[in-house]
């Protein structure tokens, strides 16, 4: 195919297949309908049916663009739906082992206690590889984007802005805050 033939090729989809550009960015050469308009073009007939021949294109693609859209959002529900089930999926087995330890027999408080403790690392492991971390709080400097003070406590201890407790920890799952560590903080009037 030779190069006036391909840019020939070119100029008719872009024609049969594009909405007409703005007057500003077409050259006369290229758009039949920017070129001065003789009696023999100028039929009503003629305009009528290029009109109406834009008009059809503006529809199709309309629609496309909404039959994408729709597209998009169905992808998108389905792959959340899809994760939603793997999540549930690795937290089925710790529901089983709750009602195994409910139905048991126990000799001992410890007993309940010490099954309970590894039903808590078999939630914490499942947690753990859908991608939650616990939030450093005892000890590190306060950090306002990860902990939430509740209390501030007067300490000779502890450095200042230090945190002093843990109330509640706090989870992030990556980069997200899922929810800050409540903690008091130290006030450390010496330093």
């Known amino acids: ?19 007409p550009l703005s007057k500003d960015n077409v050259d006369d050469s290229q ?4 070129r001065a308009v003789t009696a023999k073009e100028s039929s009503p007939e003629k305009v009528k049916t290029e009109l109406d021949a834009l008009r059809d294109r503006m529809a199709r693609l309309q629609a496309d663009f909404e039959n994408v859209r729709r597209r998009a959002a169905k992808e998108q529900q389905d792959f959340k739906n899809y994760a939603l089930v793997d999540a549930l999926k690795s937290l089925l087995p710790i529901l089983d082992s709750f009602d195994l ?49 509740v ?12 945190v002093l407790e843990e ?19 130290a006030r450390n009037l010496k330093q």
Request: proline share 6%.
């Open 101 to 149: 330890a409910l139905q048991a027999p126990a000799r001992s408080p410890q007993e309940y206690r010490s099954g309970f403790s590894l039903i808590r690392k078999q939630l914490r492991d499942a947690l753990s590889k859908l991608g939650l971390t616990a939030v450093p709080a005892k000890g590190e400097l306060f950090d306002p984007f990860t902990h939430q003070a």
């Open 1 to 19: 195919m030779t190069e006036s033939n391909a840019n020939s090729q070119h100029e008719q989809l872009d024609l049969d297949h594009e909405l």
């Open 151 to 162: 209390d501030m406590v007067d300490s000779t201890t502890t450095e200042n802005n230090h």
């Open 31 to 34: 758009w039949p309908a920017r």
């Open 167 to 185: 109330l509640q920890r706090g989870y992030k799952i990556g980069d997200r805050l899922l929810r800050p560590a409540m903690v008091r903080v």
